[in-house]
């Protein structure tokens, strides 16, 4: 056989051992980035927005407050910036009873180790007239979901 | 550039394609993976048709069943409750799950048969006497090893299958006289297959006997080496005028310092021609890769094309019909169900029977074998020498009578453990809708 | 043997890109831009998607297909499937799909991404989804048969809106005077099997000997309550003579009762009880 074409085949076979092998490793490493997840779901509606009185509501199952001011909405975390206890509404502030953090109606900090304000969650209107809250998408603080007139 | 990194590539690898004798000869010793294989391997150890590389692909298959197990070890649970649901999300949600538990199954299935065939293949050549008697033993407690791998490994998806195969499989081990109840009850972690059955059969899976096999068969390849290489060159060493002279002292290995026998050095091959001889990097090392990419490509190729079996989950209050032992013990299964023996009042369980007398005799004399055979040095390292002929055609009776038996287990029993022709269609079992 | 090495593993890649659920996940945001709902067609990203209630033991992938479920009102309701919103909104209501996925109501895998392993997984699932096929070999709607997982948990009210074949039932099982000879969950007469779990039994062990028809536990359940003499000679239940849409009923109640453990917060309140003056 002529050496060149001898040559250009034994690249071919190298080659394609080489490129399968690493497609392989490829394959195994997508294999552990999970496709699915057993967690509860960081996007999920609440009730009907006009359930909801005025001012602060806590919702303890989802760890978040939902704030209604005539008819806009939005969603503070109740989650303590410092270390993750649950903050509590006290009618002028947030307070958290583990280490003493405070914060304003807006969630910025007054004072105590909390290092950052708590984050406003994205609120939208679901197809089915609930509010949804996605608590992987934080919105500056100010953002509010105003209700749609209806006719 | 280019010259720097073909340097660099030639750095890192020459020990893979040797330039030379010399190098070739350095490669063994400077290289971790290269130092089990001697620095010269006789042409006729090479031979495909000599040994078929079923040792080799044997190793292949253990190497792919390691690596695909321990990937599966991530996304399995070993608990009654979580196990036929990790099994359906490797199935369905994991990526390339489906293909990953596909080809640790169809290589697993393979190893049993292959391993077979290597043993078959050992006794045919006669490549068990003399020194090589304690590589033979060692060769049964791996295949034996093998077995037992397969069967901790059919319980752990927790479907129907698994979970009456294994009972039917314990049944069968408790009918040993005397030890058979006790080793049931360790086996199972009580009385019954459940939890702790699955527990110990997962550990005993991924951990115990993967390390004895690993274990047992670094030791099998040293002894290969020990003996002087394959049975295959004893012919050619028969037939030269060999005195018993001192072997070079050159080199001396000992496991423990427990090898019997005079002299401690090894049996190289350096008593051959020249030119008997080939390197053994790169033609050893390149005929191994081929080996391997021969016998992945089969797993893969089987793993795209067929799904390994998922039944629905365990239910112990209700038995499939028929229920059936994993192939490789369904011969076992047939045995038991066709020897019970009774006169009179008096019965002899099939299960002790076929159960365990059958297998036990069969185990004796694979492991008395090497020590009971009469045959003369010449048969060694030849296939199907005339003098063996009768043990030869034994050995062929049986296996074929075991493969028989597992045919018609696997194949053509029905429900209620009647048989039917391959073409018959199976009688349609009610279903609830 | 290189070059068939490739040839598999890239048949191994491309078998997993190709998944069965890819082309319907990219035709529905196309759907979703089509009809105006911008914001949850930029949100939507493909992927396997699952509906997880520990609780019940549910893992639902069918919304990995079945992408329209949640958009009732707000898709048309003749989208074509698998894209097609949920019907009945007011049931829905009450039976979110966070609380109750979707085979619990419909049967079927839930763990499958492939339709046939879904919805048709054959022997390797004991659960069969309750398919317009499946209804129709018993002359009933789908409707109909779903009413008898309905009454899993809704077993011990004794009629139920939306449920009335297995109303229908109940009423015939006190009408008739079944308990005189069986017994139900502890009331009832000895000299009959107990049905408290007759959902359950094993087809295998039944005598179908005499059945015509198909050889499946509500078919047999069903001629028990036409005649049950021309099922088992020897019985000593007597021939009720039900019409062909009671029997069916009845046998729809059977096969709803079953071993089964749900949280007691899916198990509805009994009514309050109501005094006659």
Same mark, same amino acid.
């Given at each position: 056989?002529?050496?060149?074409r001898?040559? =250009? =085949?034994?690249?071919?076979? @190298?080659?394609?051992?080489?490129?399968?092998?690493?497609?392989?490793?490829?394959?195994?490493?997508?294999?552990?980035?999970?496709?699915?997840?057993?967690?509860?779901?960081?996007?999920?509606k609440?009730?009907?927005?006009l359930?909801?009185?005025?001012?602060?509501?806590?919702?303890? &199952?989802?760890?978040?407050?939902?704030?209604?001011?005539?008819?806009?909405?939005h969603?503070?975390?109740?989650?303590?910036?410092?270390?993750?206890?649950?903050?509590?509404?006290?009618?002028? &502030?947030?307070?958290?009873?583990?280490?003493?953090?405070?914060?304003?109606?807006?969630?910025?900090?007054?004072?105590?180790?909390?290092p950052?304000?708590?984050?406003?969650?994205?609120?939208? =209107?679901?197809?089915?007239?609930?509010?949804?809250?996605?608590?992987?998408?934080?919105?500056?603080a100010?953002?509010?979901? @105003? =209700?749609?007139? @209806?006719? | 550039m280019?010259?720097?990194?073909?340097?660099?590539?030639?750095?890192?690898?020459?020990a893979?394609?040797?330039?030379?004798?010399?190098?070739?000869?350095?490669?063994?010793?400077?290289?971790?993976?290269?130092?089990?294989?001697?620095?010269?391997?006789?042409?006729?150890?090479?031979s495909?048709?000599?040994?078929?590389?079923?040792?080799?692909?044997?190793?292949?298959?253990?190497?792919?069943l390691?690596?695909t197990?321990?990937?599966?070890?991530?996304?399995?649970?070993?608990?009654?409750?979580?196990?036929?649901?990790?099994?359906?999300?490797?199935?369905?949600?994991?990526?390339?799950?489906?293909?990953?538990?596909?080809?640790?199954?169809?290589?697993a299935?393979?190893?049993?048969?292959?391993?077979?065939?290597?043993?078959?293949r050992?006794?045919?050549?006669?490549?068990?006497?003399?020194?090589?008697?304690?590589?033979?033993l060692?060769?049964?407690?791996?295949?034996?090893a093998?077995?037992?791998?397969?069967?901790t490994?059919?319980?752990?998806?927790?479907?129907?299958?698994?979970?009456?195969?294994?009972t039917?499989?314990?049944?069968?081990?408790?009918?040993?006289?005397?030890?058979?109840?006790?080793?049931?009850?360790?086996?199972?972690?009580?009385?019954?297959?459940?939890?702790?059955?699955?527990?110990?059969f997962?550990?005993?899976?991924?951990?115990?006997?993967?390390?004895?096999?690993?274990?047992?068969?670094?030791?099998?390849?040293w002894?290969?080496?020990?003996?002087?290489?394959?049975a295959?060159l004893?012919?050619?060493?028969?037939?030269r005028v060999?005195?018993?002279?001192?072997m /070079?002292?050159?080199?001396?290995?000992?496991?423990?310092?427990?090898?019997?026998?005079?002299?401690?050095?090894?049996?190289?091959?350096m008593?051959?021609?020249?030119?008997?001889q080939v390197?053994?990097?790169?033609?050893?090392?390149?005929?191994?890769a081929?080996?391997?990419? $021969?016998?992945?490509?089969?797993?893969?190729?089987?793993?795209?094309?067929?799904?390994?079996?998922?039944?629905?989950?365990?239910?112990?209050?209700?038995?499939?019909?028929p229920?059936?032992? /994993?192939?490789?013990?369904?011969?076992?299964?047939?045995?038991?169900?066709?020897?019970?023996?009774?006169?009179g009042?008096?019965?002899?369980?099939?299960?002790?029977?076929?159960?365990?007398?059958?297998?036990?005799?069969l185990?004796?004399?694979?492991?008395?074998?090497?020590?009971?055979?009469?045959?003369?040095?010449?048969?060694?390292?030849?296939?199907?020498?005339?003098?063996?002929?009768?043990?030869?055609?034994?050995? $062929?009776?049986?296996?074929?009578?075991i493969?028989?038996?597992?045919?018609?287990?696997?194949?053509?029993?029905?429900?209620?453990?009647?048989?039917?022709?391959?073409?018959? /269609?199976r009688?349609?079992?009610?279903?609830?809708? | 043997?290189?070059?068939?090495?490739?040839?598999?593993?890239?048949?191994?890649?491309?078998r997993?890109?190709?998944?069965?659920?890819?082309?319907?996940?990219?035709?529905?945001?196309?759907?979703?831009?089509?009809?105006?709902?911008?914001?949850?067609a930029?949100?939507?990203?493909?992927g396997i998607?699952?509906?997880?209630i520990p609780?019940?033991?549910v893992?639902?992938?069918?919304?990995?297909?079945?992408?329209?479920?949640?958009?009732?009102?707000?898709?048309?309701a003749?989208?074509?499937?698998?894209?097609?919103?949920?019907?009945?909104?007011?049931?829905?209501?009450?039976?979110?799909?966070?609380?109750?996925g979707?085979?619990?109501?419909?049967?079927?895998?839930?763990?499958?991404?492939?339709?046939?392993?879904?919805?048709?997984?054959g022997?390797?699932?004991?659960?069969?989804?309750l398919?317009?096929?499946?209804?129709?070999?018993?002359?009933?709607?789908?409707?109909?048969?779903?009413?008898?997982?309905?009454?899993f948990?809704?077993?011990h009210?004794?009629?139920?809106?939306?449920?009335?074949?297995?109303?229908?039932?109940?009423?015939?099982?006190?009408?008739?005077?079944?308990?005189?000879?069986?017994?139900?969950?502890?009331?009832?007469?000895?000299?009959?099997?107990?049905?408290?779990?007759?959902?359950?039994?094993?087809?295998?062990?039944?005598?179908?000997?005499?059945?015509?028809?198909?050889?499946?536990?509500?078919?047999?359940?069903?001629?028990?309550?036409?005649?049950?003499?021309?099922?088992?000679?020897?019985?000593?239940?007597?021939?009720?003579g039900?019409?062909?849409?009671?029997?069916r009923?009845?046998?729809?109640?059977?096969?709803?009762?079953?071993?089964?453990t749900?949280?007691?917060?899916?198990?509805?309140?009994?009514?309050?009880?109501?005094?006659?003056?």
């Amino acid at each position: 056989m002529d050496t060149n074409r001898r040559q =250009l =085949l034994r690249w071919f076979g @190298k080659g394609s051992v080489v490129a399968a092998f690493l497609a392989q490793i490829g394959a195994a490493a997508r294999a552990f980035f999970p496709n699915v997840l057993y967690e509860p779901p960081s996007s999920f509606k609440l009730d009907a927005p006009l359930d909801y009185p005025q001012g602060y509501s806590f919702d303890s &199952e989802h760890r978040l407050f939902v704030i209604r001011q005539a008819d806009r909405f939005h969603v503070i975390s109740a989650i303590c910036t410092h270390l993750g206890c649950t903050v509590q509404w006290r009618g002028t &502030e947030f307070d958290c009873p583990c280490h003493g953090s405070r914060f304003r109606p807006d969630g910025s900090v007054i004072g105590g180790p909390a290092p950052r304000p708590l984050p406003w969650f994205d609120v939208s =209107l679901s197809p089915d007239g609930l509010l949804e809250v996605d608590t992987a998408e934080v919105v500056p603080a100010g953002s509010s979901l @105003k =209700l749609p007139a @209806k006719a | 550039m280019n010259q720097r990194l073909q340097a660099w590539w030639r750095k890192g690898f020459w020990a893979w394609s040797p330039a030379s004798e010399r190098e070739s000869a350095e490669a063994i010793v400077h290289n971790l993976w290269l130092h089990w294989f001697p620095a010269k391997v006789s042409r006729r150890s090479m031979s495909w048709s000599y040994s078929l590389w079923l040792g080799t692909a044997a190793a292949c298959l253990l190497l792919i069943l390691t690596v695909t197990g321990v990937m599966l070890m991530f996304f399995y649970t070993p608990s009654v409750e979580r196990a036929y649901g990790s099994i359906k999300d490797l199935q369905y949600a994991v990526s390339f799950g489906r293909l990953l538990r596909n080809q640790h199954r169809w290589a697993a299935e393979g190893m049993v048969a292959i391993v077979f065939l290597h043993m078959a293949r050992v006794f045919f050549t006669a490549a068990y006497r003399g020194p090589r008697a304690l590589n033979w033993l060692t060769g049964v407690v791996l295949f034996l090893a093998t077995l037992l791998l397969s069967f901790t490994g059919y319980l752990l998806p927790w479907d129907q299958l698994a979970f009456w195969a294994i009972t039917v499989g314990t049944s069968i081990a408790s009918q040993a006289p005397l030890v058979g109840p006790t080793i049931r009850y360790l086996l199972l972690g009580g009385h019954l297959v459940g939890q702790q059955t699955l527990l110990r059969f997962y550990v005993l899976h991924v951990f115990f006997l993967p390390a004895l096999i690993w274990i047992l068969f670094a030791y099998h390849m040293w002894r290969v080496r020990k003996d002087g290489g394959l049975a295959a060159l004893e012919p050619g060493r028969a037939a030269r005028v060999m005195q018993p002279r001192a072997m /070079p002292a050159s080199k001396s290995y000992s496991l423990f310092g427990l090898t019997p026998g005079t002299s401690v050095a090894v049996m190289s091959s350096m008593g051959l021609e020249e030119s008997e001889q080939v390197p053994a990097s790169p033609t050893l090392t390149r005929r191994i890769a081929l080996v391997f990419l $021969v016998v992945f490509n089969l797993t893969l190729a089987l793993a795209l094309l067929v799904d390994a079996p998922l039944q629905t989950i365990a239910n112990p209050a209700v038995t499939p019909n028929p229920a059936k032992a /994993p192939w490789y013990f369904v011969w076992l299964q047939e045995l038991v169900a066709s020897t019970t023996v009774r006169f009179g009042n008096f019965t002899i369980s099939g299960g002790l029977l076929g159960g365990v007398l059958v297998p036990v005799i069969l185990l004796a004399l694979l492991v008395a074998w090497p020590f009971l055979d009469r045959s003369s040095r010449a048969s060694e390292g030849v296939w199907f020498a005339r003098e063996r002929r009768r043990q030869n055609l034994t050995f $062929v009776a049986i296996s074929l009578a075991i493969a028989a038996l597992i045919f018609v287990g696997v194949f053509l029993r029905g429900p209620y453990w009647r048989l039917y022709w391959l073409t018959t /269609p199976r009688p349609a079992m009610p279903r609830v809708l | 043997m290189s070059l068939l090495f490739f040839v598999l593993v890239a048949a191994g890649l491309w078998r997993e890109y190709k998944t069965a659920w890819r082309p319907y996940q990219e035709r529905f945001r196309i759907v979703l831009e089509q009809q105006g709902q911008r914001r949850q067609a930029r949100a939507f990203s493909l992927g396997i998607q699952q509906i997880w209630i520990p609780q019940l033991g549910v893992v639902d992938r069918c919304v990995t297909c079945h992408l329209g479920y949640d958009y009732m009102g707000v898709l048309p309701a003749d989208l074509a499937q698998p894209l097609t919103p949920h019907p009945l909104p007011s049931l829905i209501a009450r039976h979110s799909f966070n609380r109750f996925g979707c085979t619990t109501c419909h049967g079927g895998q839930g763990w499958a991404t492939e339709a046939t392993a879904a919805h048709d997984p054959g022997d390797s699932w004991n659960d069969p989804m309750l398919t317009p096929r499946l209804a129709a070999r018993y002359e009933l709607s789908v409707g109909q048969l779903l009413q008898m997982r309905c009454n899993f948990c809704h077993r011990h009210e004794q009629a139920t809106p939306g449920m009335s074949e297995i109303n229908l039932a109940k009423q015939l099982y006190q009408t008739k005077k079944c308990a005189v000879c069986h017994m139900v969950e502890g009331a009832g007469g000895h000299s009959a099997p107990d049905l408290t779990y007759e959902g359950d039994v094993n087809p295998e062990l039944l005598d179908f000997s005499h059945l015509k028809g198909p050889h499946t536990l509500f078919n047999w359940e069903y001629q028990h309550f036409i005649a049950a003499s021309a099922l088992l000679p020897t019985t000593a239940m007597p021939d009720y003579g039900m019409t062909p849409p009671q029997a069916r009923a009845m046998a729809l109640l059977m096969l709803s009762w079953k071993r089964l453990t749900y949280p007691p917060e899916y198990i509805p309140a009994p009514p309050p009880a109501t005094h006659s003056p």
